[in-house]
């Protein structure tokens, strides 16, 4: 789930909808910034791992940068 809204609000969303629960967010629930800072190889592991399995990821407060990266980034795990 990629929103523009406050973490707090995206992750009661995600919760709500079985994207992630409570003890995933904290492994599987960033900000746009958060995950910017991670660096691209961690960010590759943790969009791979999400790709591979069931469940998913919340990015909250995200700018249309993070968006393109994000894209990019998912882009080059299935070519």
């Not at 992630?20 to 943790?46: C, M, P, R, V």
């Not at 791979?48 to 249309?64: M, W």
């Amino acid at each position: 789930m990629i929103t523009g809204d406050i973490k707090e609000t995206a992750q009661a969303i995600g919760k709500e909808i079985g994207i992630l629960n409570e003890e995933e967010f904290e492994t599987k629930s960033f900000t746009g910034a958060e995950f910017d800072k991670l660096g691209e190889e961690k960010q590759k592991k943790i969009l791979s791992d999400a790709v591979s399995s069931i469940g998913g990821l919340i990015f909250a407060r995200t700018e249309p940068k993070h968006k393109r990266a994000l894209v990019k980034l998912l882009s080059g795990l299935v070519n």
